[in-house]
């Protein structure tokens, strides 16, 4: 690793600052993610298409507005990568599939204009499962994502390329979403931040049924701070989504007064009552948790109501994948992979009595699982229920040797808390029992969002000081020297650049 990537290594919050008071500049900052990118790049794919270019024009229009003590924006100068579901002006959004690998969008959508807007400097796309769908970070356009800690596993998904970079240090920032788990996941395997905001908190132009709360857009960082920092620079009203709020916050947490661990009541759950989870997992968490319970006024076990959760999750999340795809799947089913192929027959066979059955049972699991926060303030879970494995395995089949009945199901511990709409957010808590990332899923009250980071950034705080909690770090060194084969597609050449169009229909919406 050479000298020109140590900016690489810092994070948002500290570029900025270093950015502020000109002792740095964004074209130094940007040359260092660059340089990182590429380097490390090539052994985990976690960036796709890149727009380096026009991101050194940026930086350089940046500089300048420095020089003259001009106006900017709160994330002005930093490097962000763009998850490849959000369409980004001029940049490739292949949504991971080879229906839309020509789709070079004429214009940012809701999510990225506001970045931009904040000064915040697209550097690439970062990697996806096939139209998001799973939490492997693999497809037949770029190929697999490898896990920053070892390049044979996977890196989660759907936001795998986006937590994998983070880890890596390519960038300070990168975006998300999460449907099932598709922030936290990816983050819990990776070590670094993934908050799902409540919906609406963050505007998403991109979901066909907008009124649905199981879709959301959020920030990821290395650190809570990255984090919140980004949220701000996100969060608000829009005139595209109707679930949308207005809502306005600092642009750092230092303007708010830290939470007091010691005044937090606390409880947590293995499984919800109704996850399968590997017994390894269940050890970890439970030593996790016997190391923070004397942090608290209060920490106990908690009993939920999820009986019907499984059911509940495959009908909601069917109908946003047939609405969709069901463009794509008229036109060619073949034309799709085996999960958005598998998610939209599952969803065509339901019926109009399976839907308004899922929004009651929705209703009932959000009624009930708000009453808990009236005895806790946050509750605490595992992220994910097994160590990462490897990405050459599409998803999890057996869990303790039960097997699994969908390519999803392995998800429960994220997807029930999406049904309940609550903010979530995954960081990292030492490693596991094999020595990868643990993810810890702290769960907040109803739009309880901001409570919920002051929460998150105190056990981080206070895990940084703890030996076998602190957030683990890839080793640069052994990532570099790594031989591993991340599966580069070959039924599909790379395009020139007169090959380009602009795809109009079809286009997916998770």
């Given amino acids: 690793m050479n000298n020109r990537n140590e900016l690489a290594d810092k994070g948002a919050v500290e570029l900025k600052a270093l950015m502020d008071t000109r002792a740095v500049s964004p074209v130094e900052v940007l040359e260092s993610c660059i340089s990182r990118i590429e380097e490390l790049n090539p052994k985990i794919n976690a960036f796709c298409a890149t727009s380096f270019e026009r991101a050194r ?3 350089r229009a940046v500089e300048r507005a420095i020089l003259r003590d001009q106006p900017r924006g709160m994330l002005s100068g930093l490097p962000i990568g763009i998850k490849d579901l959000e369409e980004t002006e001029g940049v490739l959004t292949t949504y991971g599939s080879p229906l839309f690998r020509a789709n070079l969008p004429t214009q940012d959508n809701q999510l990225v204009r506001r970045l931009r807007r904040e000064g915040a400097i697209v550097v690439g796309k970062t990697n996806v ?9 693999r497809n037949p356009v770029w190929g697999a994502t490898g896990n920053p800690f070892n390049p044979s596993l996977n890196a989660g998904g759907s936001s795998g390329g986006s937590a994998a970079a983070l880890a890596a240090n390519m960038v300070p920032l990168c975006s998300g979403s999460d449907t099932g788990g598709s922030l936290r996941i990816p983050a819990a395997y990776c070590g670094v931040i993934g908050l799902r905001t409540s919906p609406g908190l963050v505007p998403s132009e991109r979901k066909l049924l907008g009124w649905t709360p199981i879709s959301v857009v959020g920030p990821m960082g290395r650190d809570v701070a990255d984090t919140w920092l980004q949220l701000a620079a996100t969060a608000g009203i829009a005139p595209n989504d109707p679930l949308s709020y207005d809502f306005k916050m600092p642009s750092s947490m230092d303007e708010l007064r830290p939470l007091d661990l010691s005044r937090l009541r606390v409880g947590y759950t293995e499984d919800f009552g109704v996850c399968e989870v590997d017994d390894d997992i269940r050890r970890v968490f439970r030593s996790k948790i016997s190391k923070l319970k004397g942090l608290f006024a209060s920490c106990e076990e908690i009993e939920v109501n999820m009986e019907h959760a499984h059911r509940c999750f495959d009908v909601v999340r069917a109908e946003a994948f047939v609405g969709s795809l069901q463009a794509a799947y008229d036109k060619d089913p073949e034309l799709l992979g085996p999960n958005p192929r598998a998610n939209y027959e599952m969803g065509a066979k339901m019926s109009l009595r399976d839907c308004v059955w899922a929004g009651a049972e929705q209703t009932r699991i959000f ?51 999406t049904l309940a709409t609550n903010p979530a957010i995954s960081m990292p808590m030492g490693v596991d029992h094999l020595n990868m990332p643990f993810g810890m899923q702290v769960i907040g009250k109803f739009r309880g969002d901001l409570e919920l980071l002051f929460a998150a950034r105190a056990l981080e705080q206070y895990c940084e000081r703890t030996q076998d909690l602190c957030r683990p770090r890839p080793d640069m060194a052994a990532l570099l020297q790594s031989k591993v084969n991340l599966w ?20 997916p919406a998770v």
């Fill in 367 to 417: 009624r009930d699982f708000q009453k808990l926060f009236s005895q806790y303030d946050i509750i605490l879970s595992p992220t994910t229920p097994i160590s990462p494995f490897p990405w050459e395995q599409l998803y999890l089949e057996k869990i303790n040797g039960v097997e699994l009945e969908n390519y999803y199901r392995w998800l429960a511990l994220t997807y029930v808390v």
């Fill in 129 to 137: 499962p096939e139209m998001g769908a799973g939490a492997n970070t």
């Fill in 488 to 507: 580069t597609p070959v039924t599909h050449p790379p395009l020139s650049p007169e090959q380009y169009t602009k795809v109009s229909d079809g286009r």
């Fill in 57 to 59: 024009t940026e930086a």
